[in-house]
């Protein structure tokens, strides 16, 4: 199968005008597409079926309670399906199944071990005051967004670990998997906890995991000592970021992975 890949478009912002890659059976939408859920309707008649997973900043101003249905609501009058906790098995052109199992993944600042918690959560006060998001009417802080992240992350083992018996295993998350995905620019410091969990241990459930968030693009192999559920998964962001800060510069609209 092959699939059209886009995330951090932040079309609330950004004059972009995503187009459909030839070729294409699938775009895979991996979050912060549009704050104010606008732009979603670019991709009501895209030509092929869309995959939409929700960023954080889908919730920006909004409680996150009464966000989740609206957003579904939203995608389900479009067209687009919208995953959350959830997996679907879709049928290639060439016969095989493919298995996608996806969650925005909040981040629960495990990236750099639980000694370094603390401090990534403060890190993390800057973000929680961009996004301005509730849950339950209260701020939607980082000890929220770990509640959310660790339920999240206890989905998708659960999720990884059941049989199936598709051809191939796609993980679709907002938030990056590994500290491999974090953005060069700010490396290895608390604020890249707010980008990445160390889901290292989850990636040999994957033959690919897309994600978005960070602002830069990743291609990368992860090799998986022997008796592992598959010798190797791929790592791909393609996230378009902001044109201003020259995030978008060498980004590729019309990117197609095979899987």
Known sequence: MRLQLLSDLHLETE?????????????????DIDSRWDALER?????????????????????????????????????????????????AADGRRIRFVATTRWCDFDLFGPAERERCQRAAGYFVKIMRSTRDGRVFDPAAVREEALACRDWLKQALARPTDA?????????GPSLRSVDPRYGHQPGSASFCNADDDLLAGADLWL??????????????????????????????????????DGHDGLLCLKV
Request: some cysteine.
């Open 15 to 31: 004059a972009y005008a995503p187009r459909p890659a030839p070729g294409a059976e699938l775009l895979v939408l991996a979050g």
């Open 43 to 91: 991709f009501a008649r895209w030509p092929v079926p869309v995959i939409f997973v929700a960023g954080n900043h889908e919730f920006d101003r909004r409680e996150l309670r009464e966000a989740w249905p609206a957003l579904r609501a939203r995608c389900d009058s479009l067209g687009i399906t919208m995953l959350e906790c959830e997996e679907l098995t879709l049928k």
């Open 167 to 175: 051809d191939a295993t796609v993980v679709i998350t907002h938030y």
């Open 211 to 248: 994600h978005g968030h960070l602002h830069c693009r990743h291609d990368y192999l992860v090799r998986h000592p022997a008796g592992s559920s598959r010798p190797v998964t791929r790592v791909v962001s393609n996230a378009r970021g902001h044109a201003h800060k020259g995030e978008a």
